[in-house]
T-cell receptor, first 112, second 113 residues
Framework: EAQVTQNPRYLITVTGKKLTVTCSQN?????MSWYRQDPGLGLRQIYY???????DKGDVPEGYKVSRKEKRNFPLILESPSPNQTSLYFC???????????FGPGTRLTVT | QKEVEQNSGPLSVPEGAIASLNCTYS??????FFWYRQYSGKSPELIMS????GDKEDGRFTAQLNKASQYVSLLIRDSQPSDSATYLC?????????????FGKGTMLLVSP
């Protein structure tokens, strides 16, 4: 089954404790992206990747890191999480930046 | 001007009515248009795509595209309470030499029994 997976689905952590949210797709997509979604603000892009080893900042990159060492995986790293990073996070992938994107199930992160 | 604009809603319709959701976009060169449905707390799900002017029907859903007016809409016929969700319009927008899929903020639809 073609899909995008994310783990964990739910995470409660404390300020400053490094965490990684994994994302994997099995559709051989070139383009992958991370979004956060907050009430009233819509989807906001954090980082994206055009291909292996090619990543770039989206609209709200501060406080986040990513890597793309393999085509299928695109982890999101929060090295020192803060309460303002409490949000719902989505990973998405597509054949190209302008093509339809397929979303993972989401990760609800709470930072206390 | 925002690149992809939608009314935030909520749009309230009674069960069985037609719901009409609208979206305008800024990039005249856009060639593909997508509608996503997102239930509260869930991920966006692609429900319709349209590439040429006119209407495209899929079951109770009809997407309408007017490139001259830079306008795309989604009609939901015989609306059901299970259609209550936020609907996101997505359009590729040219930025820094290539097109990137850009999402509107979404319109919340509420269908009352």
């Amino acid at each position: 089954e073609a899909q995008v997976t994310q783990n964990p689905r739910y995470l409660i952590t404390v300020t400053g404790k490094k965490l990684t949210v994994t994302c994997s797709q099995n559709m051989n997509h070139e383009y992958m992206s991370w979004y956060r979604q907050d009430p009233g603000l819509g989807l906001r892009q954090i980082y994206y990747s055009m291909n292996v080893e090619v990543t770039d900042k989206g609209d709200v990159p501060e406080g986040y890191k990513v890597s793309r060492k393999e085509k299928r995986n695109f982890p999101l790293i929060l090295e020192s999480p803060s309460p303002n990073q409490t949000s719902l996070y989505f990973c998405a992938s597509s054949l190209s930046p302008g093509a339809e994107q397929y979303f993972g199930p989401g990760t609800r992160l709470t930072v206390t | 001007q925002k690149e992809v604009e939608q009314n935030s809603g909520p749009l309230s319709v009674p069960e069985g009515a037609i719901a009409s959701l609208n979206c305008t976009y800024s990039d005249r060169g856009s060639q593909s248009f997508f509608w996503y449905r997102q239930y509260s707390g869930k991920s966006p799900e692609l429900i319709m795509s349209i590439y040429s002017n006119g209407d495209k029907e899929d079951g109770r859903f009809t997407a309408q595209l007017n490139k001259a007016s830079q306008y795309v809409s989604l009609l939901i016929r015989d609306s059901q309470p299970s259609d209550s969700a936020t609907y996101l319009c997505a359009v590729p927008v040219l930025n820094s030499g290539y097109s990137t899929l850009t999402f509107g903020k979404g319109t919340m639809l509420l269908v009352s029994p």
